[in-house]
């Protein structure tokens, strides 16, 4: 049996094996890695690299990427109540 | 106006009116309302993906990358550390090093803050980034955007989304005589008139987004400021005629009876 760890994922806790790659993360969160940006423990990483990063148990993993706006208050939802996808 | 064509950091572009792409019903009419505007730089923002609704869909899938100049912003920071980190993740996000720099200093106004503008700027242009930094009216932050190396200033109207027009044309004039780079008036457009006004006035080019996502109809009102940008482009260029306080006659006084 693989070992799994715990890493926080865009603020959320979750589990995944420790072998696992950022690529990895973003295959079995079905996303798609030329579309996002990716914060590992504060570090913005190259595209290029997701597979070659490697998870540790209480990593902190931010995904990101373009959501519709311009100005601030579009971000905070007090708009038309349209919510951003991503 | 076919050679008309305005120029930042390299990149030629047809139209000088720049769009957000927040507070559309939804991506569709995000997609209409851009291209009734006529333009080629379209701002996002960059925000966490939803990790556990992955059936949602990608901006970018209705932007097509390659046909508009996608410019990220850093909306919704208040200090230079968030705004350097936004920056870093919307270029390992995106395709280039474009952004629209944003340092807000107050939530109520949504007013830039200037000092924290400028050391972020000179952080990221020290990276190789293309700054387009979101400014107050002042001409002398303006000018030091430039001495940093900004290759642009996009100097507000008014409070974003606020609607207000042009509230302070003699500090935009200035601006616009002062500083050598392409002028981009961002936020506080109301209507059509706001714009053309703006570009009378000499800007380079208008940036809007509450305009013409908040209109009853967005798509009508993106085409209103596609003209009204143009026009007020032309009117600049033609050269308007002096304002006097007494009449000047048009018809000729000879050959009356």
Redo the contacts between chains.
Sequence with gaps: MVETIQIQ????QRGCQADATVGDLLRE????AE?????LN?E????KDFDHRSLKQGDRV???????????????GK????V??? | MQNDRLIIAGRELTSRLFVGTGKYKDFAETKKAIEASGADVVTVAVRRVNITDRSKENLLDYLDPKKYTILPNTAGCYNVEDAVRYARLARAAGVSDLIKLEVLGDERTLFPDTVGLLEAAKILVKEGFIVLPYTNDDPIVAQKLVDIGCPAVMPLAAPIGSGLGIRNPYNLKIIMEMVKVPIIVDAGVGTASDAALAMELGADAVLMNTAIAGAQDPIAMAEAMKYAVLAGRLAYKAGRIPRKLYATASSPIEGML
């Design positions: 994922v865009n603020g959320e969160l079905a996303i798609k579309r996002v940006a990716v914060e504060l913005v990483l190259d595209r931010e995904i990101l990427s373009f959501i519709g706006g311009g100005a601030p208050v579009d971000v905070q708009g038309r109540g349209f951003h996808a991503e």
